[in-house]
């Protein structure tokens, strides 16, 4: 009975390259939500998908961040032209419904050289 | 924002008893949880409350009073692996009820 998925659950890039974060929700899940942990603060909610759907990317950046949740497939989260900035752990978490009983993956530490 | 107020860092010796207490902004709150994250690691749900008192769960147990916007996690026979920050998370009704907003955890540190 697989939990959340993430990977790579270590991703280092340069300034300027393009990161990718993958998500796997709970089997029967259909709701996923991205958040981020920067060092020392405490998590951050970014977007919240369903699938094909954005429904709420208040928390995410203007610029360089997308994220999208397709039919088949995990999540995707995007983050183009990496600052030093970005270096954070970034969590995943699904629900069965729109609940906020909320189930966390392991992370994607992501640090940007 | 929603203030969530909670200690930075707690030490406590192995099989004593801790309370991390946790205050957040009364206005529209919904709910509150506890989630444990040991260091790299995922956040782990901890517990739910809703109606004020408390919710006893083995070793651990939960506080809420709504009314004063405080909450308390009380952690019993401490044990090394208890040794995590402790995120206090309340939730507010309206659109981004879904959203949950962490304080930056309390670090528990369980000594010999």
């Known amino acids: 009975n697989a939990g959340v998925m993430q990977n790579p659950r270590h991703l280092v890039r340069r300034r300027g390259q393009e990161a990718r974060l993958r998500c796997s929700p709970m089997?029967?899940?259909?709701?996923v939500y991205w958040y981020r942990q920067l060092p020392e603060e405490g998590l951050k909610f970014m977007v919240y998908l369903q699938k094909e759907n954005i429904i709420d990317e208040s928390g995410m950046p203007k610029e360089r961040f997308s994220a999208e949740f397709p039919k088949e497939g995990p999540s995707i989260l995007r983050i183009q032209q990496v600052v030093r900035g970005d270096s954070a752990a970034y969590f995943c978490?699904?629900?069965?419904?729109?609940?906020?009983?909320?189930?966390f993956g392991p992370g994607t530490r992501l640090t940007v050289t | 924002g929603q203030n969530i107020d909670q200690p930075t860092e707690m030490t406590a010796t192995e099989g004593a008893i801790v309370q991390i207490n946790c205050t957040y902004q009364?206005?529209?709150?919904?709910?509150l949880f506890w989630y444990q994250q040991h260091a790299g690691e995922a956040p782990t749900f901890l517990s739910y409350n809703v109606l004020d008192g408390l919710e006893e769960k083995g070793r651990f147990s939960s506080f809420l009073s709504r009314s004063k916007g405080y909450s308390y996690l009380l952690l019993k026979e401490l044990q090394m692996k208890d040794s995590a920050s402790y995120l206090c998370?309340?939730?507010?009704?309206?659109?981004?009820?879904?959203?949950?907003?962490f304080g930056k955890g309390t670090k528990l540190s369980v000594i010999p």
């Open positions: 978490a699904s629900s069965p419904g729109r609940s906020n009983e909320q189930y």
């Open positions: 998370a309340p939730t507010y009704s309206g659109a981004g009820s879904y959203q949950l907003t």
């Open positions: 089997k029967g899940h259909s709701h």
């Open positions: 009364t206005s529209g709150f919904n709910g």
